[in-house]
């Protein structure tokens, strides 16, 4: 099982840029597909982006696409978000998770989920 850890949240003006990593322990990580979602206030907890286990492959939200990149780096075991283009509306907390199965949009096909980091984005 892996355990994960995000960090590189903050305050960003719109149109700002800021790169979020999620560092995983455990010896599963380099063939995990881990997912990054987003929750706002008073909303559903929303998918963001995926990557495969050898960053072959990922998808992303449409809300995101073009402004937002996933990657990894499994040699230091993380797994970042880089975030550019930055609206008000990106504003939530967000969080990594471990892909299980399933559909790579929702939040119940993923496990050990980190404790998120705040992005807050001003107009």
């Known amino acids: 099982q892996v355990q994960l850890v995000e960090s590189g949240g903050g305050l960003v003006q719109a149109g700002g840029s800021l790169r979020l990593s999620c560092a995983a322990s455990?010896?599963?990580?380099?063939?995990?597909?881990i997912g990054w979602f987003r929750q706002a206030p008073g909303k559903e907890r929303e998918f963001v982006a995926r990557?495969?286990?050898?960053?072959?492959?990922?998808t992303y939200a449409d809300s995101v696409k073009g402004r937002f990149t996933i990657s990894r780096d499994n040699a230091k075991n993380t797994v970042y978000l880089q975030m550019n283009s930055l609206k008000p509306e990106d504003t939530a907390v967000y969080s990594c998770?471990?892909?299980?199965?399933?559909?790579?949009?929702?939040?119940?096909?993923?496990?050990?989920w980190g404790q998120g980091t705040q992005v807050t984005v001003s107009s």
């Open positions: 455990g010896r599963t990580f380099s063939v995990t597909n």
């Open positions: 998770a471990s892909y299980d199965g399933g559909s790579v949009y929702r939040s119940t096909s993923y496990s050990s």
């Open positions: 990557i495969s286990w050898s960053g072959g492959s990922t």
